[in-house]
C-alpha cells in the first residue's frame, strides 16, 4: 500500500459537534436516497402526481360550476342584491312596499359598484282566461332595466318581450294550463293596497320557457305602471333589484350600501335572497371534500408504506449514523427531507400536467352537451369554466405536502427508538 | 504516570435472549492508555466486541463504571453520549458501514460536517486524509465502486479525519482477504506509531492480535489473560 504519511489533521474549527448536518448536505444524502429504489420512487411520486390531477381537475370543475351556478342563479331573477321593505322578504304581501321608488332607484344607480338597478313591483293575483283561472305572481317591471338585471326576457320561445303598456310575458307552462296564445287577451284580479279589489286586462305579446316549471308556470310579467296603478301603488316599489360587477362581491357592496338606505329599507345579497343555492353548493362541497379527503389518505398510505420499507431495509446504516455520532433527531430529518423530496418529484408531474390543462380549459369552458335538463334545473351554465386559482391549483399540492411529510415522519419516528448495537446487526 | 484513554471498573453486561440471561460481560476491569494498540481477543460469544461496543458508548453496561477520556460514560444522557462519539470516538466497522450515495470524499466529510467544520476545511481535510490512506484518487468513488479493502481505508479515513482520542475497530478485518488485512494491519500500525492514535480492536484473528502492542483474551466474559 503505497500511502503518503499519516499526518495529523488540523484541530477541529469551533465549537464541538452537535450531531446535526446542514440542510445542503441533508438535501443531497436525501436526494440521492430517493433513487436507491427508483421504482418505488416513481411509483410513490406518481401516486401523488395522481392524486394531485384528480384533485386540482375536481376542484377547478366544481368551483368553476359554483360560479357558473351563482351567476346564472342570480342572472334569471334575483340579481346579486335586492333592495326591500325590511319585512318582505318574510312576508311579500303588496302592503311591505318601498314608497318612495323612484328616487331611491336614482340613488343607488349613481353607486360605482352598481352596474344596473330595476324596480318591480309584484302582486299575487288570479289569472284568467275565459273559464280557466290559475293563481300566479304579476311582476310589473320596467322593460327597458328589467333585462339588464335578468335573463328571463333572453328565454323567450314566442312573440315580444312587453313591446306595449298593456303587455304581457308569460310563463309557456301557465300559457299550456290556461290555453293561452299570443295575442290573447287575460284578465288579472288581485288584492288592492287599500283592501279592494285590483283589476286589469293584459294582451300576451310573448311566452317565456326558463326550463324551471316552478317558474314557467307561476310568473308573469307586465309593465311596472299597469301594476303600480292597478295595485293602487304609486310609485311604490316592492323591490330594487341590483347587479354589481361579480356575484361574489355582492356581500361587499351591501354592507356598503346599507347605512345610506332609508328607514324601513334594507338590503340583501344573494346569499339571502337564495339559500337554496348556498345550501345546494355547501353539500356538493362537502361531498366534494370526503373525496378529497380520501384521495389524500390514500397517497399518504402509500408514502407511509414507502417510508416504513425505507426505514427497515436501511436499519443499519442508520445505526452507523449513530454510532459516528448523528442524532436520531438529524436522521429523521433526513428522512422526512427524503418525503419532501418525493412530494417535489410527484408535485411537479402532477402540477405540470394539471396546471396545463386547466388554464387551457379555463379559458374555452367545457359544454355540457345533452344535459341542458339537469343544467337548467340545477341552475348550471350551459359551459363550465373551471376555476383557475391560487386555491384550486394551490390546496392539493399543499395538503398532500402536509400528508407527505407526516407520512414520512411517522416510520422514521421509529429511528428515534433505534438502538445502535442492534441495528449494526442488521441484514441490510 | 501513564494516562488512561479508557478505564472499566467492575463492567457486567447481561443481555435477555428470551427469558434466558446472557451474561456477555462479568466484572470486568479494564484499562486502555494512551497511544496504546490493544486487541481484544477470544473467540465468538467471548465478550469482546460487547467490550467495545460499552467503552463506545454504543451499548450501556449493567453495572459497574467506565470513562472515557475522562468523561463518566454512565453519567451521560443519549445526546451527551452522542456528542462524546462524534467528537472523542472513531469507529470502524467489520462491515465498513459507508454511506452508500456518497462518495468516498463526502462520506469522510459527513461526520465533520456534523461536528460543524465549515466547507472548506471539510474538503481540504478529507482529501488530506484520503491522500495519506493512499485513496486521493479514489475519492469521487461512491462505495459500490470500491474493494473490500478500500471501503475499509475510506472508513478508517472517516474514523480519524476528527482527530479521536480512540479508534475502535470491530473484526476490521473479517471480510478482508489476507493481502489486504495485512495493509491495512500495517495503516493501523502507522496510526497509532506516528500519529499516537489510541486504537482498540476487537478479533479473533490471530494476524490482527500479532500487530497489537498488547493483547486481552477474554472467555465467556471475563479476561483471562492478557
Redesign the interface.
Known amino acids: 500500500?503505497?500511502?503518503?504519511?499519516?499526518?495529523?489533521?488540523?484541530?477541529?474549527?469551533?465549537?464541538?459537534?452537535?450531531?446535526?448536518?446542514?440542510i445542503g448536505?441533508h438535501m443531497?444524502?436525501a436526494w440521492?436516497?430517493l433513487w436507491?429504489n427508483g421504482r418505488r420512487t416513481w411509483l410513490t411520486a406518481g401516486g401523488i402526481a395522481f392524486s394531485i390531477f384528480l384533485c386540482v381537475v375536481f376542484m377547478s370543475f366544481q368551483l368553476g360550476s359554483y360560479d357558473g351556478m351563482i351567476d346564472t342563479a342570480t342572472g334569471m331573477m334575483s340579481g346579486h342584491m335586492q333592495v326591500q321593505q325590511v319585512d318582505y322578504f318574510d312576508d311579500p304581501k303588496v302592503a311591505n312596499r318601498i314608497a318612495q321608488g323612484s328616487e331611491l332607484l336614482r340613488e343607488l344607480e349613481q353607486s360605482p359598484d352598481i352596474v344596473a338597478a330595476a324596480p318591480r313591483v309584484e302582486g299575487f293575483a288570479l289569472v284568467s282566461v275565459g273559464e280557466r283561472s290559475f293563481g300566479g305572481l304579476v311582476m310589473g317591471v320596467d322593460p327597458v332595466r328589467e333585462p339588464e338585471v335578468s335573463a328571463l326576457s333572453k328565454q323567450i320561445v314566442e312573440g315580444e318581450y312587453l313591446p306595449r303598456a298593456d303587455s304581457a310575458y308569460v310563463g309557456k307552462a301557465l300559457a299550456t294550463n290556461l290555453g293561452l296564445r299570443i295575442g290573447d287577451e287575460i284578465f288579472v284580479m288581485g288584492s288592492a293596497l287599500e283592501g279592494g279589489v285590483a283589476a286589469a286586462l293584459f294582451t300576451v305579446d310573448g311566452l317565456f320557457d326558463t326550463g324551471q316549471v316552478e317558474l314557467d308556470r307561476s310568473i308573469m310579467q307586465v309593465p311596472l305602471s299597469a301594476v303600480q296603478s292597478a295595485f293602487d301603488l304609486g310609485d311604490s316599489v316592492h323591490r330594487i333589484v341590483l347587479m354589481g360587477r361579480n356575484a361574489n362581491d355582492a356581500t361587499a357592496i351591501a354592507e356598503r350600501l346599507a347605512p345610506a338606505l332609508p328607514e324601513g329599507v334594507r338590503i340583501l345579497d344573494w346569499d339571502k335572497l337564495l339559500p337554496e343555492l348556498r345550501q345546494m353548493i355547501q353539500m356538493d362541497a362537502v361531498s366534494g371534500l370526503i373525496i378529497y379527503v380520501l384521495l389524500v389518505a390514500i397517497v399518504a398510505l402509500s408514502v407511509a408504506n414507502s417510508f416504513t420499507m425505507t426505514v427497515f431495509e436501511r436499519t443499519?446504516?442508520f445505526g452507523?449514523?449513530?454510532?459516528?455520532?448523528?442524532?436520531p433527531g438529524?436522521i429523521v430529518a433526513m428522512i422526512v427531507i427524503e418525503a419532501l423530496c418525493m412530494w417535489v418529484v410527484g408535485t411537479a408531474i402532477g402540477a405540470a400536467i394539471s396546471f396545463s390543462l386547466m388554464a387551457g380549459l379555463g379559458v374555452v369552458g367545457v359544454p355540457i352537451a345533452g344535459l341542458e335538463d339537469m343544467a337548467g334545473q340545477f341552475m348550471m351554465p350551459e359551459r363550465i369554466h373551471p376555476e383557475v386559482s391560487f386555491f384550486t391549483l394551490g390546496t392539493a399540492p399543499l395538503v398532500l405536502l402536509v400528508g407527505t411529510l407526516v407520512a414520512g415522519l411517522i416510520p422514521a419516528l421509529r429511528v428515534r427508538r433505534l438502538?445502535?448495537?442492534e441495528a449494526?446487526r442488521e441484514e441490510e | 504516570m501513564t494516562q488512561h484513554v479508557v478505564e472499566c471498573q467492575g463492567v457486567s453486561r447481561t443481555y435477555q435472549d428470551d427469558a434466558v440471561p446472557v451474561h456477555a460481560l462479568r466484572g470486568v476491569d479494564f484499562a486502555v492508555g494512551t497511544g496504546e494498540f490493544v486487541s481484544l481477543a477470544g473467540p465468538s460469544g467471548s465478550g469482546k466486541s460487547t467490550l467495545l461496543h460499552v467503552i463506545g458508548g454504543l451499548d450501556r453496561p449493567n453495572e459497574g463504571a467506565i470513562s472515557v477520556d475522562g468523561e463518566d460514560i454512565n453519567a451521560l444522557g443519549d445526546s451527551e453520549l452522542a456528542d462524546l462519539r462524534l467528537n472523542k470516538i472513531g469507529f470502524v466497522f467489520q462491515a465498513y458501514n459507508l454511506i452508500p450515495v456518497l462518495s468516498a470524499q463526502e462520506n469522510v466529510e459527513f461526520i465533520m460536517q456534523l461536528q460543524g467544520v465549515d466547507a472548506a476545511e471539510r474538503g481540504e481535510r478529507a482529501l488530506g486524509t484520503l491522500d495519506s490512506l493512499g485513496m486521493r484518487d479514489l475519492a469521487d468513488r461512491r462505495p459500490g465502486e470500491m474493494s473490500g479493502g478500500q471501503q475499509q481505508r475510506v472508513a478508517i479515513a472517516r474514523a480519524i479525519v476528527t482527530n479521536p482520542v480512540l479508534l475502535l475497530a470491530d473484526e476490521p478485518s473479517a471480510n478482508l482477504d489476507t493481502g489486504t488485512t495485512g495493509e491495512l494491519l500495517e495503516l493501523l500500525k502507522r496510526l497509532n506509531k506516528e500519529r499516537g492514535v489510541t486504537i482498540v480492536t476487537a478479533t479473533h484473528d490471530p494476524m490482527v492480535m500479532g500487530y497489537a502492542s498488547r493483547q486481552v483474551h477474554l472467555r465467556d466474559g471475563e479476561i483471562v489473560s492478557e
Do not use: C, H, Q
Open positions: 500500500m503505497a500511502a503518503a504519511d499519516i499526518a495529523e489533521a488540523p484541530p477541529v474549527a469551533g465549537p464541538a459537534g452537535t450531531g446535526s448536518v446542514g448536505l443531497r444524502v440521492r436516497n436507491r443499519r446504516e452507523m449514523l449513530i454510532a459516528i455520532g448523528m442524532r438529524g438502538k445502535p448495537v449494526l
